[in-house]
């Protein structure tokens, strides 16, 4: 197997569907010369043929790429070809922030994008960092000293197209975004995680759940925010 993996750099978890295909889905218990047969091919269950697969590891073999997925007890490797190009989540647990004050609610925007890449933090210097910030500016891209030292890169999305939000995604890092007029709001942080052919998932902090919103509105969002917007 160490012949056989994609790549070294690490793979956020993030969650997929499966494509509508002819016949039967299957998946593999194992990668191994033994287990390439028909016979080795076990069927997915009706049951979760249409619910979200966490993907954890991405390995090519046999001249394939395969997505080491968990869906409840259910473990095992799925073929890419058979994963939806149209859908995508990052594995970003949301987190409601604590009061309803402007730092609160990037305390916990940062806080969602540390965690994605399971960065160590202390959480009192995070709070004073993100405090002189608002302070100062308040603007994102002046967060780039924190998010370099945690992730060693940054990704200025300020004033960016949706195309390139949508790649972001895709690479499997989350978008931290300035929104206006979200939940009667002036302005807020929300942290996008992904998406699907009509709709974008984010994390709000205001109400510590995983919301979903459409193209058109996310864009008449995001330039209320000024087209802010950061990732790593």
Same mark, same amino acid.
């Given at each position: 197997?160490?012949?056989?993996?994609?790549?070294?750099?690490?793979?956020?978890?993030?969650?997929?569907?499966?494509?509508?295909?002819? /016949?039967?889905?299957?998946?593999?218990?194992? &990668?191994?010369?033994?287990?390439?047969?028909?016979?080795?091919?076990?069927?997915?269950?009706?049951?979760?043929?249409?619910?979200?697969?966490?993907?954890?590891?991405?390995?090519?073999?046999?001249?394939?790429?395969?997505?080491?997925?968990?869906? /409840?007890?259910?473990? /095992?490797?799925?073929?890419?070809?058979?994963?939806?190009?149209?859908?995508?989540?990052?594995?970003?647990?949301?987190?409601?922030?604590?009061?309803?004050?402007?730092?609160?609610?990037?305390?916990?925007?940062?806080?969602?994008?540390?965690?994605?890449?399971?960065?160590?933090?202390?959480?009192?210097?995070?709070?004073?960092?993100?405090?002189?910030?608002?302070?100062?500016?308040?603007?994102?891209?002046?967060?780039?000293?924190?998010?370099?030292?945690?992730?060693?890169?940054?990704?200025?999305?300020?004033?960016?197209?949706?195309?390139?939000?949508?790649?972001?995604?895709?690479?499997?890092?989350?978008?931290?975004?300035?929104?206006?007029?979200?939940?009667?709001?002036?302005?807020?942080?929300?942290?996008?995680? /992904?998406?699907?052919?009509?709709?974008?998932?984010?994390?709000?902090?205001?109400?510590?759940? &995983?919301?979903?919103?459409?193209?058109?509105? &996310?864009?008449?969002?995001?330039?209320?925010?000024?087209?802010?917007?950061?990732?790593?």
């Amino acid at each position: 197997m160490e012949k056989t993996t994609i790549a070294n750099e690490k793979t956020n978890p993030f969650f997929v569907r499966l494509r509508r295909i002819p /016949g039967e889905h299957w998946y593999l218990d194992e &990668l191994d010369s033994n287990h390439m047969n028909i016979e080795s091919r076990i069927k997915v269950p009706e049951t979760i043929l249409a619910t979200d697969f966490l993907v954890d590891q991405i390995v090519f073999f046999h001249k394939l790429v395969w997505y080491h997925f968990v869906n /409840g007890e259910l473990t /095992g490797w799925l073929p890419r070809r058979n994963i939806r190009k149209n859908f995508l989540r990052i594995n970003v647990t949301a987190i409601k922030q604590e009061t309803q004050a402007d730092e609160a609610n990037a305390y916990a925007a940062v806080q969602m994008l540390l965690d994605s890449d399971e960065v160590q933090f202390n959480k009192d210097n995070l709070k004073l960092i993100i405090s002189r910030w608002h302070g100062n500016s308040g603007n994102l891209v002046d967060l780039n000293h924190l998010v370099v030292s945690k992730t060693n890169t940054i990704k200025d999305l300020n004033g960016a197209h949706l195309r390139q939000i949508y790649k972001q995604l895709s690479r499997r890092r989350p978008i931290i975004m300035r929104v206006g007029g979200l939940n009667n709001l002036k302005s807020s942080l929300i942290v996008l995680t /992904g998406y699907n052919k009509k709709l974008y998932f984010y994390n709000d902090p205001w109400t510590g759940r &995983l919301e979903s919103v459409s193209r058109m509105y &996310l864009k008449k969002y995001w330039q209320k925010g000024h087209l802010q917007a950061i990732s790593y």
